[in-house]
C-alpha cells in the first residue's frame, strides 16, 4: 500500500480478473475501487511497492514456501508506473527483470542517486541487486560479500534507504539461523555511489541461538537520531522471551524492545512511524477475542490483528494492545501498510491518517482498518457528500508586464493542500503541471497564462488564475534570458567518495578543499551574439572574507548525482566574487570573451578559492529563489556556436512511434515518442503553442473540429537538441466535416438489490439486471462539453459478464442526477421512459444497444443517467467500469 494524491492506495488481487490491480480507497464509504490498471497478471505472487513522489514501482515474484530453496527460471520483475492527477490514474511505464527466481520474499528501495536495490536469499545466501540510476535498468544479481551472509534456507532479507540529503545509505537486514552462536539479526549498509559490492561488514543488531527469525519491516526516521526501526521475530520458545521485538539504530548501536512475548503468540509484525504524534505503531497477529471462533488459541493460521503503540521517546510496549482487525468466524493474518512513513510533510503523506490491510485466507477476502487522526486521512475519494468547494487558484510570481525574455516560468498556489493543477498558454489544451511551469522558446507579442486548481475531492476551480503579459521590450534586437543551473554539487577533500548532489549548499573553500560545480543548457542560443553575461549566487549560512573564482570547466560529463573529489579540471577564470555576508544575493559579472564559444552547448562553471575562510552558497536543491543562475543578454546573428565544452555534439533523433490516425473523430489524442541517444528529454507542442516539457506518452484532450500538428523535440544527456522536431498533423472531425463522433467511458456505475436493501455495489465489476430479485443497473456520463449541439445518432455499448439471459432489459431514463457510485442502494432513483431495449444475451459478448435519439437531445450540456430493469428472472450480469476501461460501459454519440 501507498499514499499519494491525497488518497491510499493498494496493490491487490482481482478477484473477478483473476490477477493484481491497482485499487484506490474511498475513505468516505471505507470501501475500495478498482482502477482496471493490472500489475500482475500471475497467481501465487508477492508483491513490493514503493512509492518515490513521481514514480510508482511494484516488484512481484513467484512464490517459494518456508522453508522450500528459490528456484531458478521464474523471472521476478519490477514495474513502473506513471501517476495523472487529473485522471487519478497510473500508467505502465516499464516493466524490467530483476532476477530468474522463485524466492520467499523480496524488498525494494530507492537510493539518492535514484538506483534501486532489492534483495533476496537464494542458495542459502543473501542477494543484491540495483539499477542504473534510471531506476529501471538492472545489473546481474551478486551475493552480499560477507560471509556472515551465508545463511540457512529458511533466512530472509529487506533492505531500506536511510541517512538523507548527502548523507545517503541503503541498507540491508537478514536473518541468519544456522543453529549456532552466530544466529541473529545482521545489518550492513552501502553509501550511495559507491561500488555496488562494497558493503559494511555485518553487525548483529541481536546475536544468539534463536534471537533471529524471517519476519523482519523497516522504517526510518529522518530526525537528527537519524533512526531505523526494524520490527521483527525471533524463535524463543520460553513463556517470557520476546516473541517480537522493536530493533532501534541510532548511530551505529542497536538497542532492542519487546514489543510481545512468547506467551502472547503474536506473530508477522509490522511498523509504522506517525510523524505527526511521535509515536511508533505496530500491528501483528495476536490470539482471537474471546467469544469469537476459536477465541484465545494460539495458532500460525492467524488470529486478529491488534494495535500496540509507544512514544518516539520513551520506547516501552505492555502487554495492553487494541484489536483493529477481527473476523467474528475466521482467521486474519498477513497485516501489511505502507512504506512511507505517517503524517510526514517531508516524505509526502501528511494528513494520511493510517491504513491498514489484512487477508482472511478462508474467504479469500481483505479486510482493512482507517483511523484519520491527523488530518484529512484518505480524502478526496468522492462521494458521500463530502467537499463540493472548489479551491482558489493563485499566480505568486510570473514575468513582468513587458519582457525581453522568449522564456517565462510562473509560481502559483491553491488554497487547499494537497491540490493539483492544470496549465494552458496562450489558448492551448490543459495539460496537468506543477509549481514553477516554465515554458521556453516563446514568440514576440502577447501571451496568456492561465491554471486551475483541483482540489484533494475532486473540485476544480470554475474560473482560471490568469497572466498576460509581451515577450519583445517594443520589437528590440536584444533578448535577456535567465537560465537557472541544470545541476549543481561540490566537491571535498574532506570527503573524497561523497557525492553532495542533493546537498542545499554548495561548498567553496580551500581548508578542506572545496570546489563548486554549476551546468547550464545554452543549446537553444547557437548563432547568437553574446552582449553580457552575469552569475547570480545567493549566500546560505557561512559568508566569506576572501574571494572566489568563476572559472570555464571544459568537461561536461560530468553529473550531479555522481560527482566527487577531485572533479573534472577548472579552466580560465572569468569571474570573482568576494568578500561576502551570509543569506545575501550577489551578481558575478563574467568576462563576454570566455563565454562566447559556449553558445550553442552546455556550459560547465566551476568555483575555487585560494582562502581557507571557506562560503557556502544556495544549490538550486534549496529551491528556484536561490537556485544559481545565468543572466545573458544577447543579439539575433553574429558570432557563438563552435568551439568550447569538447564532449557530444550531436543532436539525437526524435521519433514519433504512435499517434492518432491521419482523420480520427475522436476529441482526444496520444503520442508516444523516443529518441536514439538514451536517457533523452522531450518538449512538445501543440497546434504552435510554446514548448513544454513532456514525456510518452503525450495526451491531449478537448480538441477542436479541423486540423491539429504535433512537434516534439529531444534533448541528449549532453544537452544536445533535434534543431527539427518529429511531426505529426491530424484532423478531427471525420476528414473536417461537420459530424463528430465520440466515445464516453461511463464516470460512475452501480446496481442496486432488492434481495440487499442496504448494500452498496459501487466497487463491483458486475452490474446486475433482474426481476428475481429486482436488480436495477445505473450509469452516469457527461455530456457536460456538448451543449448547443445537434445529435444525430447514440448507442450504447455493454459487454456481458459470466451470466447471459433470455429475457430482454430496458434502457431508460432517469431524471436524478444526485446518486454517486459508492452510495446507491435500493430502491435507487426511479426510471422515467424507455429509450433502448438489449436481449436476449449470451456470456462474455458485445453489445451495442442504438438509443432514441429524442430522448436523448435534452440531455446535452449536463449528466446524463440511465437504468437498466427487466421483467425476466433469469437475470443478466454486466461488466462494470470496475472491470476496466475495455469492458466498462460506454455511450457513443454523433454530434454535429
Keep these: 500500500m501507498w499514499f499519494n494524491d491525497g488518497l491510499w492506495w493498494g496493490n491487490m488481487w482481482d478477484t473477478a480478473s483473476s490477477d493484481f490491480h491497482i485499487f ?99 542458495g542459502n545466501r543473501i542477494y543484491l541487486n540495483v539499477t542504473a540510476t534510471d531506476g529501471k535498468t538492472w545489473g546481474t544479481p551478486f551475493p552480499h560479500p560477507a560471509s556472515l551472509s551465508n545463511v540457512s534456507v529458511d533466512d530472509t532479507s529487506a533492505v531500506i534507504a536511510f541517512g538523507g540529503s548527502g548523507n545517503g545509505k541503503m541498507g540491508v537486514m537478514w536473518s541468519r539461523q544456522v543453529g549456532d552462536a552466530t544466529d541473529g539479526m545482521y545489518w550492513s549498509y552501502h553509501v550511495d555511489g559507491a561500488s555496488n559490492t562494497d558493503w559494511t561488514t555485518p553487525v548483529a543488531a541481536v546475536k544468539g541461538q534463536r534471537s533471529g527469525d524471517d519476519h523482519m519491516n523497516l522504517k526510518w526516521l529522518d530526525s537528527s537520531a537519524g533512526q531505523v526501526f526494524a520490527a521483527v521475530k525471533t ?82 510496549f505492555t502487554t495492553s494492545k487494541t484489536a483493529r482487525i477481527v473476523d467474528a468466524d475466521q482467521y486474519v493474518h498477513n497485516v501489511t501498510s505502507t512504506k512511507q512513513n505517517l503524517n510526514s510533510e517531508a516524505r509526502g503523506t501528511a494528513d494520511s491518517g493510517l491504513l491498514v490491510l489484512a487477508d482472511v485466507n478462508a474467504t479469500s477476502r481483505y479486510w482493512h482498518f482507517y483511523d484519520p487522526t491527523g488530518g484529512g486521512g484518505g480524502g478526496g475519494g468522492g462521494g458521500g457528500g463530502g467537499d463540493t468547494t472548489a479551491p482558489e487558484t493563485t499566480i505568486t510570481s510570473g514575468p513582468p508586464a513587458t519582457s525581453t525574455s522568449t522564456s517565462a516560468s510562473f509560481a502559483f498556489t491553491s488554497s487547499e493542500a494537497n491540490s493539483t493543477f492544470q496549465c494552458s498558454l496562450d489558448g492551448a489544451p490543459r495539460v496537468a503541471c506543477t509549481s514553477p511551469q516554465t515554458y521556453t522558446g516563446l514568440s514576440i507579442g502577447s501571451h496568456t497564462f492561465n491554471v486551475w486548481g483541483t482540489d484533494a475531492a475532486g473540485n476544480t476551480d470554475a474560473t482560471a488564475a490568469t497572466q498576460t503579459w509581451s515577450v519583445g521590450s517594443g520589437g528590440g534586437t536584444s533578448e535577456t534570458v535567465t537560465l537557472t543551473a541544470t545541476a549543481d554539487s561540490y566537491v571535498s577533500s574532506g570527503a573524497t567518495g561523497t557525492n553532495n548532489g542533493t ?58 548525482s555522481g560527482i566527487t573529489y577531485p572533479g573534472p579540471a577548472l579552466g580560465t577564470s572569468i569571474g570573482t566574487l568576494g568578500p561576502t555576508t551570509t543569506n545575501t544575493s550577489y551578481s558575478v559579472p563574467l568576462t563576454v570573451s570566455g563565454l562566447t564559444g559556449e553558445l550553442g552547448q552546455q556550459l560547465s562553471l566551476g568555483m575555487d578559492s585560494s582562502s581557507s575562510d571557506g562560503l557556502d552558497l544556495n544549490s538550486k536543491e534549496a529551491g528556484s529563489t536561490a537556485a544559481p543562475k545565468l543572466v545573458l543578454t544577447l543579439s539575433s546573428g553574429g558570432g557563438g556556436g563552435g568551439g568550447g565544452g569538447g564532449g557530444d555534439t550531436t543532436a539525437p533523433e526524435t521519433t514519433i512511434t504512435s499517434g492518432p490516425p491521419a482523420t480520427s473523430t475522436s476529441t482526444s489524442a496520444s503520442f508516444a515518442f523516443t529518441s536514439s541517444e538514451a536517457n533523452s528529454t522531450f518538449q512538445c507542442s501543440l497546434d504552435g503553442a510554446p514548448r513544454v516539457a513532456c514525456t510518452s506518452p503525450q495526451t491531449y484532450t478537448g480538441l477542436s473540429i479541423g486540423s491539429h500538428t504535433f512537434n516534439v523535440w529531444g534533448t541528449d544527456a549532453a544537452g544536445n537538441t533535434d534543431a527539427t522536431a518529429a511531426t505529426q498533423t491530424w484532423s478531427v472531425g471525420s476528414g473536417g466535416g461537420t459530424s463528430e463522433t465520440v466515445t464516453l467511458t461511463a464516470t460512475a456505475d452501480s446496481y442496486v438489490s432488492s434481495g440487499a436493501t442496504g448494500t452498496n455495489f459501487g466497487t463491483s465489476a458486475m452490474l446486475g439486471v433482474d426481476n428475481s430479485p429486482v436488480e436495477v443497473t445505473y450509469m452516469k456520463f457527461d455530456l457536460s462539453a456538448y451543449a448547443g449541439r445537434t445529435l444525430e445518432s447514440a448507442t450504447l455499448e455493454l459487454r456481458s459478464a459470466g451470466s447471459g439471459s433470455t429475457g430482454k432489459q430496458n434502457v431508460k431514463l432517469v431524471a436524478s442526477d444526485s446518486w454517486t457510485e459508492s452510495g446507491i442502494t435500493y430502491p435507487g432513483p426511479a426510471l422515467g421512459t424507455s429509450i433502448g431495449t438489449l436481449g436476449p444475451t449470451t456470456t462474455n459478448t458485445s453489445y451495442s444497444v442504438p438509443l432514441t435519439v429524442s430522448g436523448l437531445t435534452g440531455e446535452l450540456g449536463q449528466q446524463l443517467s440511465l437504468g437498466m430493469d427487466s421483467s425476466s428472472s433469469d437475470g443478466l450480469d454486466l461488466n462494470s467500469k470496475e472491470a476496466g476501461s475495455t469492458l466498462a460501459p460506454k455511450l457513443v454519440l454523433t454530434l454535429k
Design 235 to 316: 524463535s524463543f520458545t520460553s513463556a517470557s522471551q520476546p516473541l517480537i521485538q522493536l530493533l532501534e539504530l541510532t548511530g551505529t548501536t542497536w538497542s532492542a524492545h519487546t514489543i510481545a512475548t512468547v506467551a502472547e503468540c503474536p506473530n508477522r509484525v509490522l511498523v509504522l512511524i506517525d510523524e505527526s504524534t511521535q509515536r511508533l505503531r505496530t500491528f501483528a497477529t495476536y490470539p482471537k477475542p474471546s467469544g469469537t471462533t476459536n477465541g484465545g488459541v494460539c495458532t500460525t493460521s492467524g488470529g486478529a490483528i491488534y494495535e500496540k503503540s509507544t512514544p518516539l521517546n520513551d520506547i516501552s
Design 503 to 560: 546537498s542545499t549548499l554548495l561548498g567553496v573553500d580551500n581548508s578542506p578543499v572545496e570546489v563548486t560545480y554549476m551546468k547550464f543548457d545554452l543549446s537553444a542560443y547557437a548563432g547568437r551574439t553574446l552582449q553580457s553575461a552575469t552569475l547570480q549566487l545567493r549566500s546560505a549560512g557561512s559568508g566569506s572574507t576572501g574571494t572566489q573564482n568563476v572559472k570555464l570547466v571544459a568537461n561536461d560529463t560530468w553529473t550531479e
Design 24 to 122: 484506490r480507497f474511498n475513505a468516505s464509504t471505507s470501501s475500495w475501487v478498482n482502477t482496471g490498471v493490472a500489475t500482475d497478471t500471475r497467481a501465487n505472487t508477492h508483491h513490493d511497492v514503493l512509492w518515490d513522489g513521481t514514480t510508482l514501482y511494484v516488484a512481484s515474484h513467484l512464490f517459494v514456501n518456508d522453508g522450500l530453496p528459490a528456484e531458478p527460471n521464474f523471472p521476478t520483475t519490477m514495474r513502473r508506473y506513471s501517476y495523472d492527477p487529473i485522471q487519478k490514474k497510473y500508467s505502465l511505464l516499464s516493466s524490467t527483470q530483476i532476477n530468474n527466481y522463485k524466492v520467499e520474499t523480496l524488498s525494494i528501495d530507492k537510493d539518492s542517486t535514484g538506483r534501486v536495490w532489492a534483495t533476496w536469499q537464494q
